[in-house]
């Protein structure tokens, strides 16, 4: 593990030496006294080298995209063009300010009117609001649409919103943030929609349902035009989950499907970095009758001026963000629809899923695929329940062990409804040879469960930091450094 830079410390080395001061003013005359420090802090004494290699080491200790493989499912960590980043940091954007008059910023509020109207061809909707920052939010908010058009409609009793067993785990979160309660349904044979669960389940209490399409289990919900058909059978609303739009970007419009309402995940689909708790933006968009629920301001165009509408006041969720959302993540979003174009998105779709079923067709033999007699689409789920039976060696070994190999581990005990669940997804922006190299390393710790079973109980073996409890590392959480 890389040493901290305070183990580098050495008494009397200086990384800077400021100008002597030549302004005739006391310290104590700028700073009120309660403010000032009564001791010495204690900070590192480094050189600039010593400062300049500390921070590189840990650079190369860190694994990102631009290092190796990433197949962390559901996530999409996908590489991402560094086009996107030189633009977006472009003193054009980043020294402007959003209280500025309208009209001293049209250049920006041309690209976010063009992105909502681009979202919105691309999905089939007939609006989108840039507001929601995440995923979550964007499920917050669409959820918040459901309950005003029920509440226009003077429907109070609507509070149930209904779930797949395979949801991601932030739908009931926010279902339940949203002032409704939660109705869980099952998932069928195939991993899809039980049609038959959900009749039974729909009732004049039933608020909306929300589905993933394709769902967490990587496969594509066929039955969709039908799940649609009884939810609205009540007047109730379906919501996509976006999160996997990525499988179907191009090839489908989830509008044109018999959803409702859809949030977006610009950070996943269209090539933002991911990860690490941000940065994020979760836009939804909605059928024609929902528009006038939408927060406000939505960026507007008249004639050839570009304004921010605050709409129908007396509808309106009002803002459920400061300003008009993320606006550097949708303008890398902008610049990679922009510079893919319609085929181009279609390709990513296409490529995802190439990607996804090569690597489950080569990986059937040996780790337990529980829907293997189907195609999936951008991702799938393996499980390690032959190794856990066979060797007694858990999920969890298996992905300390990838790490030996050089390689991110994909997401594990998820989908909750696969025991031992490993969920790959490769993404669209990685070559055969990675995808070859990946296969024959899983293939290698298969043989290794058989052969040498304590290696991946002691697994990871050669990263900086090796396996730790991660059960108490989250409950008694410390990151203090004691000097």
Known sequence: MASTIFEKTSSERKGYTLPDNDVNVKLEN????????????????VSELDVMRHFLELAHTNYCIEKGFYPLGSCTMKYNPKINETLVRNDSFNNIHPLQDENTVQGALEILHDLQESLAEISGFEKVTLQPVAGAHGEFTGLKVIKAYHDLNNNPHKNMIILPDSAHGTNPASVVLAGFEVV?????????????????????????????????????????????EIVHSVDGLVYMDGANFNA????????????????????????????????????????????????????????????????????????????????????RAYIYIKMLGTKGLRRVSENAVINANYIQKKLENYYYVPYKNQYCMHEFVASGVWQKEKYGIRTLDIAKRILDKGYHAPTIYFPLIVPEAMMIEPTETESKETLDDFINAMIEIAKECEENPDLLKNAPLNTPVRRVDDTLAVRQLNVKFEW
Request: a negative charge; glycine letters at 12%.
């Open 184 to 228: 869980e349904i099952k998932s069928n044979e195939k991993g899809l929609v039980d049609v038959e669960d959900l009749r039974a389940h729909v009732d004049e209490n039933t608020a909306g349902f929300m589905l993933t399409n394709p769902n967490t289990l990587g496969l594509f919900e066929t039955q969709v035009e039908e799940i649609a």
């Open 30 to 45: 700028c700073i009120p006294s309660e403010f000032c420090r009564k001791e010495d802090i204690h900070l590192p004494e």
């Open 248 to 331: 179907i970007l191009g090839i489908v419009k989830p509008g044109e499907m018999g959803f409702d309402i859809m949030h977006f995940n610009l950070h996943k689909t269209f090539a933002t970095p991911h990860g690490g708790g941000g940065p994020g933006s979760g836009p939804i968009g909605v059928r024609k009758d929902l528009v006038q629920f939408l927060p406000t301001p939505m960026v507007t165009k008249k004639g050839n001026k570009y304004f921010m509408d605050y709409g129908n006041v007396n509808t309106s969720l009002g803002k459920v963000h400061s300003f008009f959302g993320n606006f550097a993540v949708n303008l």
